[in-house]
């Protein structure tokens, strides 16, 4: 996975109805957590894996978010949810 | 009891439809008189806000023939205005370049096109119309304008044989979904049972085709597969439960739990026009009357296996066609006193000719 993006159709939402992160896709949604929700608003198919992993770094002081990172963005790819935007 | 929240509204548009197929889950009266006072733009419109609302995330622009209705684009902007994720189920033979460019403009997330067989002619046999290369052609315009692509094949008796078409189809047509949908026995489906109930080799063949389809090409297409009820012995979460998660509203606005609620006799099914989608969902009688477990008789209501909360009694329409009764246990449950009558079923399959769906008097084609 180079540069991820959401697969096309996916969509970021809230829900205020629910008081929750959501990821629209056809037919369907995955209920996401806060974290999850701020990693995918960062899968643009412009950064790269190792750039989100660095900017969830700087807004957390620093702390090693990498492996749970790489972990959301692999589960939600092998989903079909998130597609790599250099292949 | 804490009500539950809908997540989907199946927005039947317009009973209107250029396709014929013989297991349309439209009423077999679509042509009465109640469902001619099609809903006015703003109906839909208030409806779709007041969906959101309530909590529904998905809304399903449907028919019939969606594209049929002159203000989709109107209705898939009010859509998007009410935070609602839009897909246009379609049979594909409208979707050409001007309306799709002005749906994807106007915000309609996604679109389903629906082939009746890989093979053109047969294809066409089944939908009752010259249709296929529209279908084909809708579904390459709807990649090119970048909406995600659902194919959707009802499957049966004369066209399971063709599943690895149908699958090598969906791959070339780069769908992101294929949507097998076994037929289920509701609506034209009924009319035309004998003709269509497939063989239970013919469903393991197919099923063992699915599997290798996943194997070979991962999680490019997500490959949905549903066993035909006849041939389960539990029965399936009908619409995930009777007034659970999701709502169907008719073309005229009245508002349902399920496309075949109309058949279930003595329930009145209050409308978009008089009455607000919040006042339907939670208290009309109509989606008080088969919600949670409270309604449910022998032997659903002391269930050998705990399944109350999973399947919810099975599907109402089949209940009350098989077993003569609404409430009753869904007989294509093991446990039901009925279940000989499915079994029966599967085995009576034959081949038939088609009775079409038809908006006037039934044709024998």
């Known amino acids: 996975m180079t540069r991820p993006r959401l697969a096309i159709g996916a969509r970021l939402q809230y829900d205020e109805v629910r008081e929750e992160h959501q990821l629209l896709v056809p037919e369907g949604v995955v209920r996401l957590n806060a974290t999850a929700a701020e990693v995918l608003e960062l899968c643009d198919g412009e950064r790269s894996l190792d750039d989100i992993v660095g900017a969830l770094s700087d807004r957390y002081d620093g702390a090693d978010l990498g492996d749970d990172v790489r972990g959301l963005v692999q589960a939600m790819a092998d989903k079909g949810l998130v597609v790599d935007a250099a292949a | 009891m804490q009500l539950p929240r809908p997540s989907t509204l199946i927005a039947e548009l317009s009973y209107q439809c250029p396709l ?18 099609e809903l006015e733009t703003e109906h839909w419109i208030r409806t779709f806000r ?13 028919g019939g023939e969606p594209m049929l209705r002159r203000d989709l684009v109107a209705l898939c902007e009010g859509a998007r205005d009410a935070g609602l994720y839009s897909s246009l189920i379609t049979a ?10 002005a749906l994807k403009a106007a915000g309609l997330d996604h679109v ?10 047969e294809n066409d046999r089944i939908a009752g119309n010259r249709s296929f290369d529209k279908k084909i052609a809708a579904a390459r315009l709807a990649k090119e304008l970048d909406f995600p692509l659902t194919i959707n094949c009802v499957l049966h008796r004369q066209n399971l044989d063709r599943i690895d078409d149908v699958l090598d189809l969906a791959l070339d047509l780069g769908a992101q979904r294929l949507e097998l949908a076994n037929t289920q026995y509701y609506g034209w489906a009924v009319v035309n049972q004998d003709a269509l109930m497939p063989s239970r080799e013919q469903l393991q063949r197919g099923e063992e085709a699915v599997r290798l389809f996943r194997e070979r090409v991962g999680p490019k297409v997500q490959v949905l597969w549903v066993l035909p009820d006849f041939y389960e012995d539990l029965p399936k979460p009908c619409m995930g439960g009777w007034g659970n998660t999701a709502m169907v509203i008719a073309p005229n606005g009245d508002v349902m739990p399920c496309q075949a609620a109309s058949t279930i006799p003595g329930l009145e099914f209050a409308n978009v026009r008089r009455r607000s989608l919040e006042w339907i969902w939670n ?12 309604w449910m008789q022998e032997p659903c209501r002391t269930c050998p296996l705990g399944r109350q909360e999973l399947d919810w009694g099975g599907c109402r329409c089949q209940a009350l066609r098989l077993a003569g009764d609404a409430a009753a246990t869904d007989p294509v449950c093991r446990f039901s006193p009925h279940h000989d009558r499915v079994v029966a079923a599967r085995e009576s399959t034959q081949a038939g000719d088609f009775t079409y769906r038809a908006i006037k008097p039934t044709v024998r084609v």
Do not use: K, W
Not at chain 2, 92 to 101: C, H, K
């Open chain 2, 112 to 121: 389903q096109v629906s082939i009746q067989s890989p093979d053109p002619e």
């Open chain 2, 20 to 37: 014929h197929c013989p297991y349309c889950s439209n009423p077999t009266d679509i042509g009465a008189e109640r469902y001619h006072h």
């Open chain 2, 92 to 101: 594909g033979t409208l979707f050409t370049r001007e309306p799709a460019e």
């Open chain 2, 50 to 62: 007041q969906a959101r609302a309530l909590g529904v995330l998905q809304l399903a622009l449907t």
């Open chain 2, 283 to 294: 208290e009309s009688p109509a989606f008080g009357r088969f919600r949670g477990t409270d």
